[in-house]
């Protein structure tokens, strides 16, 4: 039996696309999204599966400045792009977590994973995304 993906974490060092982009763009940034996804699956396990578990999206995005736009517009390209690499559909997404962070807000976190403190430590536009079958949330 394989290991579980999650949570499945990853980063992309970019800036993200927003549903209002060229379709050119977004589709390039969707691709991006997808090989940063499949090698991160590939360093974390030898074999992996899709099943129909409900999941949870936290979506970090820190800007290298003051971001044009809204954050809420940057979360659908990620939920299409993560379709069948680390979910077979994004209808199993129950939750979604999404925040930028800008440089001049003073923010700062208490025990950040491997993956988010690599995302801390990058000075240029970066995405951090976080996939979860812990559905602790659940009992809010």
């Known amino acids: ?39 991160r699956v590939e360093e974390l396990v030898e074999q992996s599966w899709l099943d129909q578990r409900p999941l949870a999206l936290t979506i970090y995005y820190f800007p290298s400045a003051p971001m044009d736009g809204d954050v809420d517009n940057i979360i659908k390209p990620i939920l299409d792009a993560l379709v069948a690499v680390v979910y077979p559909d994004d209808r199993l997404i129950e939750r979604v977590v999404a925040q930028k962070f800008e ?38």
């Open 1 to 39: 039996m394989a290991a579980s993906l999650f949570p499945f974490e990853f980063i992309v060092r970019e800036t993200p696309r927003s549903v209002q982009a060229s379709s050119k763009s977004l589709q390039r940034w969707k691709e991006r999204l997808r090989e940063a996804a499949k090698r």
């Open 103 to 140: 440089p001049a807000l003073e923010w700062s976190f208490s025990q950040p994973s491997e993956m988010l403190e690599a995302a801390l430590m990058t000075t240029d536009d970066v995405v951090y995304v976080r996939v979860d079958d812990d559905l602790a949330w659940r009992r809010i």
